[in-house]
């Protein structure tokens, strides 16, 4: 979504880091975090906004960040509800976007809290950065690939750690760049990042592989 030149990011700091870069040009070489002025979002959830301090900006604590709330699952693995839970888990496999685990939420309730947020990042000029978890960059993310990814897929997209997600907008959608910290010195001005296109094979690669795992 969104239009114009406005240069619109999203960004995923799995790990804390001490950065003095952040959004890249489309080189894939990250200029300095300092001057771009950026916007950063985070959940409220410790961890997260630890790494949120880390950026020489100002932070927004926004819970529709949060992740998602299992509720009564909460702490439980796929093999414990498969024990104590084996019902719920039948159902969430039947349809894992509008599951909603006891006394919590579903996906798709993420979505619905998630929209005004996400009109909220399109009307900013500047670069946003977000901060958050799994469950919720699951459903920014698919919003960037569009129709490309159904709602009951969203659960199996998988996020790198120590990576940064840009989403940069152009004529024919979004360009994705990803920024791999793991081996990033503490001081370091600038890192490399690899280029992908929204409508190149990257994409139809990464729906296959989601149908393979539909099918396992």
């Keep these: 979504g969104g239009g114009g030149g406005r240069?619109?990011?999203k960004m995923d700091w799995?790990?804390?880091?001490?950065?003095?870069?952040?959004?890249?040009?489309?080189?894939?070489?990250?200029p300095d975090l300092n001057q771009m002025q950026i916007v950063v979002y985070t959940s409220g959830?410790?961890?997260a906004v630890a790494t949120a301090r880390e950026i020489p900006t100002n932070v927004i604590i926004h819970p529709a960040l949060n992740s998602l709330n299992t509720g009564?699952?909460?702490g439980m693995t796929y093999d414990d509800m498969e024990k104590t839970m084996p019902e719920e888990l039948a159902q969430w496999k039947e349809n894992p976007f509008t599951y909603r685990f006891p006394a919590g939420e579903s996906q798709q309730d993420l979505v619905q809290k998630l929209q005004s947020l996400v009109m909220?990042?399109?009307?900013?000029?500047?670069?946003?950065?977000?901060?958050?978890?799994i469950s919720t960059l699951q459903v920014l993310y698919s919003y960037f690939l569009g129709y490309k990814f159904r709602p009951e897929k969203?659960?199996?997209?998988?996020?790198?750690?120590?990576?940064?997600?840009?989403?940069?907008?152009?004529?024919?959608?979004?360009?994705?760049v990803r920024y791999d910290l793991s081996g990033l010195e503490s001081d370091a001005e600038c890192f490399p990042g690899?280029?992908?296109?929204h409508n190149t094979n990257f994409y139809k690669a990464a729906s296959a592989r989601q149908e393979a795992t539909e099918d396992d």
Excluded: D
């Design 7 to 9: 240069t619109r990011t």
């Design 14 to 30: 799995r790990e804390k880091k001490s950065l003095n870069a952040g959004s890249s040009s489309t080189s894939g070489r990250s």
């Design 45 to 47: 959830q410790p961890r």
């Design 72 to 74: 009564a699952c909460t």
């Design 120 to 133: 909220e990042f399109e009307g900013h000029v500047r670069p946003v950065a977000v901060i958050s978890h």
């Design 154 to 176: 969203y659960h199996t997209l998988r996020f790198p750690k120590n990576t940064v997600i840009e989403m940069i907008p152009s004529h024919y959608g979004w360009q994705e």
């Design 194 to 197: 690899k280029v992908y296109n």
